[in-house]
């Protein structure tokens, strides 16, 4: 396993929780920093949010209180816990990992090491 794999996405109702997880090869989940990112159709890829190995933890701060990120480091894997979901949170939402850079203005560095190929999450109204 070369890369992240994400899991958990699909479909549910305004107003309802899902959560993703990640997880990744034991070099790639040792990196500086892990994070996730959602791309909506028609538009970029934003940053949602990342840990760093310090344990530090940066969100994109529209989504902060409602999206949380953790990790249990025992299995190797990333989660993003996502509640109070709106049909604009449709997305397709990707794992990364960087070996060197985590946090950045937006809050999330961008251009990341590794990617997983994502999980589409689509909410419905």
């Known amino acids: 396993q070369v890369q992240p794999v994400e899991s958990g996405g699909g479909s549910v109702q305004t107003g309802g929780s899902l959560t993703l997880s990640c997880t990744a090869d034991?070099?790639?989940?040792?990196?500086?920093?892990m994070g996730w990112f959602r791309q909506k159709p028609g538009n970029d890829r934003e940053g949602i949010a990342a840990v760093e190995v310090d344990g530090s933890i940066a969100y994109r701060p529209s989504l902060q209180g409602r999206f949380t990120i953790s990790q249990d480091k025992a299995k190797n894997t990333l989660y993003l816990q996502m509640n109070s979901l709106k049909p604009d949170d449709t997305a397709m939402y990707y794992c990364?990992?960087?070996?060197?850079?985590?946090?950045?203005?937006?809050?999330?560095?961008?251009?990341?090491?590794?990617w997983g190929k994502g999980t589409l999450v689509t909410i419905s109204s």
């Open positions: 034991e070099s790639i989940y040792k990196a500086k920093c």
């Open positions: 990364a990992a960087d070996d060197f850079n985590c946090f950045s203005d937006n809050p999330v560095y961008s251009d990341m090491d590794y």
